[in-house]
């Protein structure tokens, strides 16, 4: 069975510091795992994916089968970043995304 | 180029009513989701549909119906509306790779 768990709900960072979203998973296959974003009252939307190797927004994130993480981060956080971040793993056989549970980013001035 | 549209945006329910959520998208997307968000819980799949004509269950089924009406269109029915399917509810697409979502439906039922 697929899992991913974010271990924070909250995080509450000052603005200019270092941010880390932290995301674990358990999968069987290759996984595809994908950052998604949701600003107050706002859609979902695509944050980043790990096939991509891009930065959106001064984040980034590496997978690490190793230790079966995908942490976004951020060197420096700005207000702007306060979101509910998800973090999602695509079963490409089933064709199904599990998410975890969200954390709450408060970027504080 | 609209992406997901769903409606409505907002409904209030009572007890036992029913109730059909549209969706529909214009990005000549293969598969569909149905999800909930709940606070705390996160997002969890009621229903998705892999191709045209196909649909399948989720994580969280149990009092929902879906209806693949053709590519571009996937209603979620709640035949019976219970205060524990007060939520908010999203659509999404996917072609290639990552999610397109809709903008929600905040469905309360009292």
């Known amino acids: 069975a697929q899992r991913v768990t974010q271990p924070e709900k909250l995080l509450s960072v000052f603005k200019g510091a270092p941010v880390e979203l932290k995301c674990n998973y358990s999968?069987?296959?290759?996984?595809?795992l994908f950052w998604y974003v949701q600003y107050s009252r706002q859609r979902l939307q695509l944050l980043l994916r790990?096939?991509s190797r891009e930065s959106i927004k001064g984040f980034t994130a590496d997978l690490n089968k190793g230790e079966t993480s995908f942490h976004l981060k951020k060197p420096f956080a700005q207000e702007e970043d306060s979101a509910m971040y998800y973090c999602?793993?695509?079963?490409?056989?089933?064709?199904?995304?599990?998410f975890g549970d969200g954390t709450t980013l408060t970027v504080k001035p | 180029n609209a992406g997901v549209t769903q409606t409505p945006k907002f409904q209030v329910l009572k007890t036992g009513q029913s109730m059909t959520l549209q969706c529909a998208q214009d990005m000549n997307h293969n598969s569909m989701y149905w999800y909930r968000q709940d606070p705390g819980m996160g997002l969890r799949l009621i229903y998705y549909?892999?191709?045209?004509?196909?649909?399948d269950k989720g994580e969280v089924p149990n009092g929902y119906n879906v209806s693949r009406l053709n590519k571009r269109e996937f209603s979620l029915r709640l035949e019976s509306a219970a205060p524990s399917q007060t939520s908010v509810y999203f659509c999404?697409?996917?072609?290639?790779?990552?999610?397109?979502f809709g903008n929600g439906t905040r469905l309360t039922v009292t």
């Open positions: 999602a793993l695509l079963n490409t056989n089933a064709g199904k995304s599990t």
């Open positions: 790990h096939i």
């Open positions: 999968y069987s296959g290759s996984p595809e």
């Open positions: 999404a697409s996917r072609g290639y790779s990552p999610l397109h």
């Open positions: 549909s892999a191709s045209e004509g196909t649909t």
